[in-house]
């Protein structure tokens, strides 16, 4: 069984910065894409994304606020937000897919006071 671990959620205040963590049970390299996606009132949005050969996509909401990373050597993949708004508040879910399929991690909650 898969797990995603992801830490780093909590209170800040706009115009600050934020870094979530995620670190999957088994090995990063089984993970063909890893990305954080946050929950909206009618679905999960994808907020980052980024490959095993290190292809990034984001949001157009988070473009030039927000990078994506992973670092093999310490099985992790991190998303850095900085200028946080209140429009960012939510719960951020930490997503990997393998060949076998989708995982999820239980969600860390993000919230932006202005």
């Known amino acids: 069984q898969v797990h995603l671990v992801e830490s780093g959620g909590g209170l800040v205040q706009a115009g600050g910065s934020l870094n979530l963590s995620c670190a999957p049970s088994?090995?990063?390299?089984?993970?063909?894409?890893m990305g954080w996606y946050r929950q909206a009132p009618a679905q999960r949005e994808l907020v980052a994304s980024i490959?095993?050969?290190?292809?990034?996509n984001y949001a157009d909401s988070v473009k030039g606020r927000a990078t994506i990373s992973r670092d093999n050597g310490k099985n992790t993949v991190s998303l850095q937000m900085n200028s946080l708004k209140p429009e960012d508040t939510g719960v951020y879910y930490c997503?990997?897919?393998?060949?076998?399929?989708?995982?999820w991690g239980p969600g860390s909650r993000v919230t932006v006071s202005s």
């Open positions: 997503y990997g897919e393998t060949r076998y399929g989708g995982y």
């Open positions: 490959t095993i050969g290190g292809v990034t």
């Open positions: 088994g090995s990063i390299l089984s993970f063909n894409v």
